[in-house]
């Protein structure tokens, strides 16, 4: 029998991209592993953007649901972390240039 302490260790060794195959396997609940693991990262590059704590936790929540939605995408041509990396920076420009005014005439 796996203690839940010895379960969690075992999960968390595993690599993004194995847990990756377990999420589309089914596995949903696992995506949280990622989520924690590449918290620090995306909120850093967020906030180097658009320079809001608030702004930058939004664009956080926004790229997680997005790279989900995505998830049977991700190719493994990049490690994950770029990927979700990547979907994190694309929402922040978004955000971003949808903030700025429009300019008239």
């Known amino acids: 029998m796996v203690s839940p302490g010895n379960a969690a260790a075992s999960q968390e060794s595993l690599s993004d991209e194995e847990v990756v195959v377990r999420v589309l396997a089914g596995q949903t609940a696992m ?3 990622v ?3 590449h918290n620090q990262l ?4 967020a ?3 658009l320079r ?4 930058a936790e939004d664009v956080m929540q926004d790229a997680y649901v997005r790279a ?4 049977a995408q991700f190719a493994g041509r990049a490690k994950f972390s770029t990927w979700l990396t990547r979907i ?3 929402e922040a420009l978004a955000r971003m240039h949808r903030a700025k005014p429009k300019r008239c005439c």
Do not use: C, K, S, T
């Open 47 to 49: 906030r180097a953007i």
């Open 42 to 45: 995306l909120y850093r590059v």
């Open 88 to 90: 994190a920076v694309h």
């Open 52 to 55: 809001n704590d608030g702004e």
């Open 31 to 33: 995506f949280e592993i």
């Open 35 to 37: 989520m924690r693991r």
């Open 68 to 71: 989900y939605e995505h998830l």
